[in-house]
């Protein structure tokens, strides 16, 4: 009954179910097997042979019935086997049965009653070899060896000294020696291996169904023994004491298909479990007692009971040394097995790691706007390529053009869009998208390799260019936008990236500022000179202490008229502390490009005001300060307020100012220039267009501009006396601008020729060395008055 207390296990409990159904199921051909049975001893008793005789083999074929029963809880064919064995066993009952009632033949006289009664054993060898089969995959070799040799031995010995206690082996008749070896043979075979089949077994998993199998093929050799006795002694009578005990292993077949435990089909999960034949306890007591039995029924003799005693000691002792042995090697796997399962954890959590490691990196190495590697990866394949050191390769340093226009007017939000758009264009632009990373806000760089010709480079730089300026539509809007290119190559220009970055950029930067036009230029290394100046001018800048360092001066400008003095051009004069005088030629374009020039043009403005002040105070004059104002400086403060408040915070008045901006400003500005014109002009301050007749001599813009003066270059003054194309455009343009109700005045005037051409054009007014080079004021004023008051004279 333990399989049902054994499955405490949810997992079991529906076995037990079915185990209970099918006891109460075979519980009728049980009882009517028992019934049979009792018959039979009844009829045994009171010597009714053919009652007897007629219920022998139906008890037979009841038990096949219900071993039968059993074959289905087994995965082997065990009960298959021993159904055949009852099957047989019963036929040769009915054929005894035939034999002595019907044609009245002496049964053991009958060579075929023999035979059929020498099947059901080969059934039980086969049933015993398939047992095996199935088992001793599961078993460990030495011990089951081990348990082989001694079981057979004892076995063997028991038979043989009990063969030969009852009979003289020489004495048998060939027939019965046949007869008799082939009995014992599978006998000593079945009960061999039924012993081992349960020595076998570890205790806990012992199967009541194996159990009884045992006991069914002890007790049937037992009653084979028994018979074989009687018979070599003639009293045996048919349906005594021994066939009673021919009943007794078909009973405890019949028991053992009733309670085999259903054997569980799944397989175990562990790779390595313990062989089936570990763990067992050899009940070394109950083989003893055993053995004693077989001497006191005088089976065996002393001697052989001593031996065979001394026999299973040894194998008590081998058998430890093999248990502990497999233990051993169980528990070395087991600990080989967890390393293993350890080492694959650790390589799974590595793996694991490594990949979130990866995934990590690329993200770091991604730009999450426009899914272009960013700058952090651009610099570490640069390095790479310049640790190569095998190829040549250029770079493209990239920066787009009027974006930051676009951010500050129609914020973030469209102009991450614009840049998402202009890296698709970039990409299908670039030849080879590979290379191509934003290593900054609206900066780009694309990484060719290869050497490759200045003709291609540059044609890859126009196809940049090109797929960069389509028109961006994001509605409402259409941005237009543009980039400029730094060119440099790889060992070529620089030996190093950081070099080459650095080339790259400054290229690009001179690109921007210088070449807008075109949009790209290579890097040479005079441009490396021109720019490592700029740089230097720029930290002096930095640290420049604007009032010590910086002062005005003033070139008078003159009426060709009456020769009088009109006003006066504030100039920017710079004497750095080391370096000397630099020419504002030289750190005006540098302080716009950095920006410096907005408070260094607050400073201008403010000193200017203040000078012109003192100035026209002091003589009572209504004198014109011209003051230069940079692109720049428009471009990036609320220019007309803030003049106004400087205006306001100086009281000046706005006539005496005058606004001085390059003529190219006012092509390129981003903003309005018209707005900035009248709203001068509604301050009531005049405003000049410097540098007038280089370049842009476009008048027809003019015209639109709320503009008081075109200031003509000094480059076209110079050449006056001599080139007649010169006299013909400042002709042109002293008389559009006269036409648009527009003064004239002419720059750099230095000899009286270029003066007396100047009068006889029409020109209104000069400023020049010839009558006035850029002074200190206290010059101006000394010399001009003296002038003004010769002129008086
Ligand atoms: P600009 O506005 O065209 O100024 C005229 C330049 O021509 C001045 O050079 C002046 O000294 C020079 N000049 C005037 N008459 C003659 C002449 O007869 N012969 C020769 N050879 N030169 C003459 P400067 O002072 O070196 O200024 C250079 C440029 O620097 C200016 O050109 C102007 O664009 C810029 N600049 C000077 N001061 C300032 C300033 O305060 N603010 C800004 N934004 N720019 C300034
Ligand atoms: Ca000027």
């Known amino acids: 009954m333990n399989q049902i207390g054994e499955s405490g296990k949810a997992g079991e409990a529906e076995t037990a179910v079915g185990k209970k159904s099918s006891m109460y199921q075979n519980r009728i051909p049980v009882i009517l097997l028992l019934c049979a049975f009792l018959i039979y001893l009844a009829a045994s008793a009171t010597d009714r042979q053919l009652i007897s005789n007629i219920i022998a083999p139906i008890f037979a074929f009841g038990a096949a019935y219900i071993i039968y029963q059993g074959q289905h809880k087994r995965r082997d064919s065990v009960y298959l086997w021993l159904f055949f064995f009852a099957v047989t066993w019963g036929i040769a009952d009915a054929l005894w049965l035939v034999s002595e009632h019907i044609l009245g033949v002496e049964p053991l006289a009958s060579v075929m009653v023999n035979v059929f009664y020498i099947i059901p054993s080969f059934f039980l060898v086969v049933m015993v070899s398939f047992f095996y089969y199935s088992n001793v995959g599961r078993w460990n070799r030495y011990q089951l060896m081990l348990d082989v040799l001694v079981v057979t031995g004892v076995i063997l010995s028991i038979v043989w000294n009990f063969l030969g206690n009852i009979t003289e082996v020489s004495n048998l008749e060939i027939g019965e020696l046949i007869t008799l070896g082939s009995y014992y043979l599978a006998d ?181 706007l426009t899914g272009l590697r960013n700058r952090r990866s651009f610099v570490d394949y640069m390095d790479q390529l310049t640790e190569e050191k095998e190829q040549p390769f250029t770079l493209f340093y990239m920066d787009l053009d009027r974006f930051k226009f676009i951010n500050d007017a129609h914020g973030h939000e469209i102009g991450d869009r614009v840049l998402k758009h202009i890296s698709q264009q970039l990409l299908s632009g670039a030849e080879e998208a590979g290379g191509l990373f934003r290593i900054g806000g609206d900066e780009f760089a694309l990484v060719l390799p290869k050497e490759r010709s200045k003709a291609a480079l540059e044609e890859v730089a126009k196809d940049i260019i090109r797929a960069v300026q389509k028109p961006i539509e994001i509605p409402p809007y259409v941005f237009y936008v543009g980039i400029s290119i730094g060119i440099a190559r790889y060992p070529e220009d620089a030996f190093n990236r950081e070099d080459l970055m650095k080339y790259g950029d400054m290229t690009m930067y001179e690109a921007k500022n210088h070449h807008r036009k075109k949009g790209y230029l290579f890097f040479n290394h005079e441009l490396q000179r021109e720019m490592e100046k700029k740089h230097e001018v720029e930290m002096m800048l930095k640290k420049a202490d604007y009032d010590r360092e910086f002062h005005l001066v003033f070139q008078p400008q003159y009426r060709i008229e009456d020769q009088k003095m009109i006003g006066l051009e504030a100039l920017l004069r710079w004497k750095q502390p080391e370096a000397g005088n630099i020419s504002p030629k030289d750190f005006i374009p540098i302080a716009e490009e950095t920006g410096q020039i907005i408070s260094i043009g607050e400073w201008v403005m403010e000193r200017a005001l203040e000078e012109i002040k003192i100035f026209n105070e002091k003589y009572d004059t209504n004198l014109k300060m011209a003051i230069n104002v940079s692109p720049v400086q428009i471009e990036n403060m609320d220019f007309l307020p803030w003049i106004g408040k400087k205006l306001r915070e100086k009281s000046v008045h706005p006539y005496w100012v005058d606004i001085e901006i390059t003529e190219g400003a006012t092509i390129h500005s981003s903003f309005s220039m018209e707005e900035i014109f009248v709203g001068l002009a509604n301050l009531g301050i005049s405003a000049s267009i410097d540098d007038f007749g280089t370049g842009y001599s476009s008048l027809s813009y003019i015209k639109r501009y709320h503009i008081d003066r075109l200031k003509i270059a000094k480059e076209l003054i110079d050449n006056i006396t001599e080139d007649e194309n010169s006299r013909l455009i400042i002709r042109a343009i002293t008389m559009m601008a006269r036409g648009m109700g527009l003064k004239t005045i002419a720059e750099g005037v230095e000899e009286t020729g270029q003066l007396r051409i100047l009068q006889a054009i029409g020109c209104d007014e000069i400023q020049g060395y010839l009558w006035g080079k850029p002074n200190p004021m206290a010059v101006v004023e000394a010399e001009n008055v003296v002038i003004q008051k010769a002129a008086e004279h």
Do not use: C
């Open 188 to 368: 000593v075979f079945v009960l061999t291996g039924m012993i081992i089949l349960h020595i076998s077994t570890r205790k806990k998993r012992d199967n009541p169904g194996n159990l009884w199998i045992l006991t069914g093929v002890i007790l049937f050799v037992g009653s084979n023994s028994y018979f074989t006795y009687l018979y070599f002694n003639h009293s045996y009578t048919a349906n005594s004491l021994v066939d009673v005990l021919y009943f007794l292993p078909l009973g405890a077949f019949g028991l053992g298909a009733i309670y085999d435990k259903t054997e569980k089909i799944a397989g175990t999960s562990e790779i390595y479990t313990l062989p089936e034949n570990y763990g067992r306890v050899t009940q070394l007591k109950y083989f003893i007692a055993g053995l004693l039995i077989l001497w006191y029924l005088q089976v065996i003799n002393l001697h052989i009971f001593i031996m065979l005693a001394v026999f299973l000691l040894f194998h008590k002792l081998f058998s430890s040394y093999i248990q502990l042995s497999i233990k051993n090697e169980y528990l070395l796997f087991k600990e080989q097995e967890q390393n293993l399962t350890l080492a694959k954890q650790i390589e799974k959590k590595t793996r694991e790691l490594q990949r979130a490691k990866d995934i990590l990196e690329e993200f770091s190495y991604r730009d999450k």
